[in-house]
């Protein structure tokens, strides 16, 4: 999305190499850079641009990273603020707003999920490229049912069945991207202990495991394993990073903690951790290798 000025407040509508219309919450990322880059070109303060919406600093700082959605009404005097006045390209930032306002499909399952997690969530629904270095657990776009069943009963053993079910639900449906038209590349770093690790016993885990086997036949989905016999797990803990084709969009870190998340997006932090991915890639098994070793562990269970 090329910078525009002010005073045109032209906008053009953001998309997916032409393929899919972006989700919600990137579409509230475009339209916070919009008004960042709008805002910064007059050398307007977030403190007076809080002012002409009877807010704070910090609300403008939440709206320009889309981390919420903005009302009609301000918005309208954002706009006004930033010189933006004829109606046409006016109107083309409402219908944004509006459909960056609109819920995601995962708002269905907002009686399971915690806000720290939603927005990995659409931030997953409008990636191009997502690159995954797991420790512990499969990651959730390439679990079965049962696994994620097993594994979300074991880390909510007091939870009732009812809720369990719908989280494993919302994991099922997390998948649907991996075959949508126009869906991410997915890139995914195994350690060696997530496939030796039998949640559920035996028999989920060699299910498990060909369930790998079938999805990585897939074009756009790479799996590679790190070996015990490597220093590839130096890492010590899962690694997102999400990349997407919006310009406005910078690529996110994420990182997950037990109970919450932390996402980074300054380009010192991407780097670095572009840096440990990479290394991590290239220390580990090539795929067709990496699959042979996923095939044998099969077979020993």
Known sequence: MSSMSPSSGALPAPARNGQSQAGPTALRIVLGAQLRRMRQELDITREAAGRAIRGSHAKITRLERGQVGIKERD????????????????????????????????????????????????????????????????????????????????????????????????????????????????????????????????????????????????????????????GAAAAGAPITILRFNESDIP??????????????DKQPEIDRYMLIMDTLCAESELPDRSLEMIHRLQQEL
Not at 251 to 263: I, M, T
């Open 251 to 264: 690529d996110k870190v994420y990182l997950e903690h037990w109970g919450s998340a932390v996402y980074l």
């Open 75 to 230: 918005l309208s005097d954002l706009l006004s603020l930033y010189r933006v006045l004829d109606e046409p390209s006016r109107a083309t930032y409402f219908d944004l707003a509006r459909q960056a306002n609109a819920p995601g499909w995962w708002h269905q399952y907002s009686d399971v999920l915690e806000d720290w997690f939603a927005l990995h969530i659409g931030l997953e629904d409008a990636a191009s490229l997502i690159r995954s270095y797991e420790v512990q657990f499969l990651p959730g776009l390439l679990q079965t049912e049962a696994y994620a069943y097993s594994l979300s009963r074991l880390g909510y053993p007091d939870t009732p069945d009812d809720t369990v079910e719908r989280l494993v639900q919302l994991r099922m449906e997390r998948q649907k991207l991996l075959t949508r038209e126009g869906g991410p590349r997915l890139w995914v770093v195994l350690d060696e202990a997530v496939l030796r690790r039998p949640f559920g016993g035996r028999d989920i885990m060699r299910d498990q495991l060909r369930h790998l086997l079938e999805i990585a036949e897939m074009p756009h989905i790479t799996l590679q394993v790190a070996p015990f016999a490597t």
